[in-house]
Structures are given as C-alpha cells and as structure tokens.
C-alpha cells in the first residue's frame, strides 16, 4: 500500500513517513498540491490514501480535496486532512467537501498511525 | 473570563502542549535572560481576525536542531538547515492553531494565515502601533523557546 504525503513542511513529511515505515507502507512525497495532482493524475492507481495539509503555498489543501473527489478516477481514494486548522468549521466544511479523516496537529505518532489504520481499512474495504 | 488578560498564558499554553506532543520535551515557565550567542530563529504568523496580531516564536539555532531531532528521530548533527526553518514555521504554525482553538468565540479568534521565519544574530523586532503585548519564556533546562504575540 502507497501513502501520498502532501505537506509543505519537510519536517512534516518525515514525521508522517516514520509513521507510515512503522506500519510498513510505501510513501511518496509532494510538497505543495500542484505537485500532489499532478501525481494523482498520473498514477492514481497506485495511491491508497493521502494524507493533505491544509494551509500550503499556491494550491491550499482544501481545494486539493475538492479536486480529487471531483474527479471520477481520483474520488475513491480516501484523503485525510492533516492540519493545524482543529476549529469545528473547518473539520465539518471538509468532511462536507469528502474527507474521509481529520487529524489536527499537533499529534503524536501513536495518533497518526491509528489514524493511518482507520483511513486504510475504510478505504481499502478489506 | 477576561480573555484579554488571559492571553499570555494561552499562548504560553499551546507552545508548550505542542512542544511536548511533537517531541516529548516538557517546558516550563524559565525567566533566565536567553542566551544571544547563537543565530536566532524566529517563526512568525499573523493572525488576521477582529484583532489584528502577530505571533512570534523564537528560539537558538542549537535549540531548534534538538527539537527537530526530536520532532524526526535524526540526530543533532545532521539536521539541515531547510529542517531549522520547517521546524520553526511548523512550531509558530501548530502553536497559532492550538491557541486558535482556546480562543474560539472570542475577539481574539482569528485566520490562520502562511507562517514564516526570520533568522540572524540578536535580532531585534519592532512593531508600531502595539495596544497589547504578551511574552514569555519556556525551557526544560536544555533547550529555551520564546514567545511573543503582539496586538
């Protein structure tokens, strides 16, 4: 399974991927949205679940998300938001645009492997 | 609650509940004079809402590779330089958050907009029309982090 870390942050994207190598899953890595659509596009088939900050340079992870789940080849992958922006507003007004998940940092690693967990096994309709 | 009043020690709050959550490292209240020898690396945001402010996080180069260290399980001595100034965008960036959410149907409720950073040696930040301002410092005895957030 394939994690697609979108964070602007490469501190960010290392603690997620530390995460995601404790549970033995591929990541691959895009630093803004233009850069995680562009990826999305092109292999799709290949992503699992994206993990997307919300407040990036250029495209904000917001929008990101109302792309993918616009979009008919992209729509089933789960994404989950991982963000500072913890207000109820925010968390309702993306699970409104199809989040499938929602963890505000900060976190601890034990949080996002749960949470991790929980994306996958909805997604993966194993 | 006056919040007002309060807003010191929310923000000393969030600072060090994130600090702790990322890294494990517990602060507490130092009131020691810091340490000016090392380049000073300050995140910065501002928080755009009813009351317009900035918030300010500033801590020692050396102090933001051992959190970072902490932050990503690399050692001291290989943390890059791109990581110093991440790390303190992400720091000033959850810390706004975390405060954010205490002051929730308050005046002081506020957008969180794009963080960045600001580094040199004994830097000195002026800002003009100032109404309220509220520092603090935090240390575990190793490293120190500083607050400022100004309205």
Same mark, same amino acid.
């Given at each position: 399974m394939k994690i697609l870390i979108v964070d602007d942050s490469s501190v960010m994207r290392k603690v997620i991927k530390a995460a995601a190598d404790v549970l033995d899953l591929s990541t691959e890595e895009a630093q803004d949205g233009i850069e995680a659509l562009e990826i999305l596009s092109q292999r799709? &088939? &290949?992503?699992?679940l994206v993990l997307l900050d919300w407040n990036?340079?250029?495209?904000?992870g917001f929008e990101v998300l109302e792309e993918i789940k616009s979009n008919d080849k992209m729509k089933s992958i789960p994404v989950m938001m991982v963000t500072t922006e913890g207000h109820k507003t925010s968390i309702v007004a993306a699970v409104r645009a199809g989040a499938d998940n929602y963890l505000v940092k900060p976190f601890t690693i034990d949080e996002l492997e749960s949470k991790i967990v929980e994306c996958i096994g909805k997604g993966g309709g194993a | 609650m006056d919040i007002a009043n309060e807003l010191g020690q929310i923000y000393s709050d969030a600072l060090s509940e994130v600090v702790y959550t990322v890294s494990g490292i517990k602060l507490q209240v130092d009131c020691r004079e810091s340490n000016k020898d090392f380049d000073e690396v300050i995140g910065v945001m501002y928080l755009q809402g009813n009351k317009t402010g900035m918030l300010f996080v500033t801590a020692n180069e050396p102090d933001v590779k051992i959190l970072c260290s902490h932050m990503i399980g690399t050692p001291v001595a290989e943390i890059e330089a791109d990581e110093i100034d991440d790390t303190m965008c992400e720091l000033v960036n959850m810390t706004a958050g975390s405060a954010k959410l205490r002051l929730?149907?308050?005046?002081?409720m506020f957008s969180l907009l794009q963080p960045f950073v600001i580094k040199g040696k004994d830097v000195s930040i002026v800002t003009k029309r100032i109404t309220k301002v509220e520092s603090g410092t935090l240390s575990d005895g190793n490293i120190s982090i500083r607050f400022k957030v100004v309205y």
């Open positions: 799709y &088939e &290949e992503i699992d990036m340079p250029g495209k904000t | 929730s149907n308050t005046d002081y």
